[in-house]
C-alpha cells in the first residue's frame, strides 16, 4: 500500500500508525512509514502520518522517530484530539525532538475531531498550537462517541462547529473519510455538502474516490475566471464596492475570491 500510495497524484497522502494499525505491529508500521518516507519518490504535493493519540503507549515513539526522520513528514495527524493539552504535549515533544536531531522547518500539525469531548472544545482546540495548519472532521470515531446511527445527512451541525472554529483561526477545514470505499452516490452526495458548506478538502479512503474528490472540490474555470475578475476590479482595496458583471462586490467577496483561486491552485 505504501508502494502504490506514492505513485497517486494527490493533495496530500497520510500513512497511517493509529486504527489501521494492530498493536502488536505498531513498531514495525512506524519503521515502514519512515523508510517509506525516505525511499519513494513522491507524487503528492504533501505526506503526512497519522500517529497514535497522545496518552497511548505509542504516540512519543511515533512522534521521536518521525521528528528524526531521514524525510520528515508535513505534518503528522494527531487523532482524538480532546484539548490544547494534547496539542502542547505533541508540541513540546516535537520541540525537543527536533533540537535533538538538528531538524530544519517544523513540522506542522493536523487536529482530527472526533470524539463528543473534541467537539465541544473545538474553538480551544483551533487556537492552542502555532504548529496547528488543520482540523480534520473524523466521522467513525465520532459516531462512537456520541451514540446512535447517522447517515451523512446529518452531521450538518458538527461540520459547521468544525469550519467555524477553523475559519477563525486562519485553518485548513478537512471533512472526514466517507465510510464506504466505492465512487457512489451516497460518497458523491456526502463530499458534495462538504464542498458547498466551503470544506477546503475531504479524505479518501480508497484512490477510486480521487477523482470525484478532485472534481468536486476544484474550481470550475468560470469560478476562476470570475474570481479573477473581482481582484482585478478591487485592485489595492481602496476602491469600496465595484461591479462586477452586475453584481456588487466588495473586500468581503475578494477574500472568497482570494479562496477559490487558491483552491484552484492547490488543484492544478
Not at 528524526?68 to 496539542?87: C, F, I, M, Q, Y
Not at 525537543?96 to 472544545?121: F, W
Request: charged share 20%; with cysteine; glycine share 10%.
Amino acid at each position: 500500500m505504501l508502494t502504490k500510495a506514492s505513485g497517486l497524484d494527490v493533495d496530500e497522502v497520510v500513512i497511517d500508525l493509529e486504527d489501521a494499525v494492530v498493536p502488536e505491529r505498531k513498531a514495525l508500521a512506524r519503521e515502514l512509514a519512515v523508510s517509506a518516507l525516505a525511499g519513494a519518490d513522491w507524487r503528492a504535493g504533501a505526506v503526512s502520518v497519522r500517529v497514535n493519540a497522545a496518552g497511548s503507549p505509542w504516540c512519543h515513539e511515533d512522534v521521536a522517530a518521525l521528528a528524526a526522520a531521514a524525510r520528515r513528514p508535513n505534518t503528522v495527524v494527531l487523532p482524538k484530539v480532546e484539548s490544547a493539552g494534547d496539542l502542547a504535549f505533541v508540541e513540546r515533544l516535537l520541540a525537543g525532538c527536533e533540537r535533538a536531531a538538528g531538524a530544519g522547518d517544523a513540522i506542522g500539525v493536523q487536529a482530527l475531531i472526533e470524539t463528543a469531548t473534541g467537539v465541544s472544545r473545538v474553538e480551544e482546540i483551533a487556537g492552542a498550537s502555532a504548529r496547528l495548519v488543520g482540523l480534520i472532521l473524523g466521522y467513525a470515531d465520532l459516531a462512537a462517541s456520541l451514540g446512535g446511527a447517522r447517515d451523512a445527512s446529518m452531521w450538518g451541525p458538527v461540520q459547521d462547529a468544525v469550519l467555524i472554529a477553523a475559519r477563525a483561526n486562519g485553518l485548513q477545514a478537512i471533512d472526514g473519510p466517507f465510510l464506504g470505499v466505492a465512487d457512489d452516490a451516497a460518497f458523491r452526495a456526502a463530499a458534495g455538502r462538504a464542498a458547498a458548506l466551503g470544506f477546503d478538502g475531504k479524505w479518501a479512503i480508497h484512490p477510486v474516490q480521487v477523482g470525484a474528490l478532485l472534481e468536486l472540490f476544484s474550481p470550475s474555470a468560470d469560478e476562476v475566471a470570475r474570481a479573477r475578475a473581482v481582484i482585478e476590479s478591487l485592485g489595492d482595496g481602496l476602491r469600496g464596492a465595484v461591479a462586477v458583471d452586475g453584481v456588487m462586490v466588495d473586500e468581503a467577496v475578494r477574500l472568497a475570491a482570494e479562496r477559490v483561486l487558491a483552491r484552484a491552485e492547490v488543484g492544478a
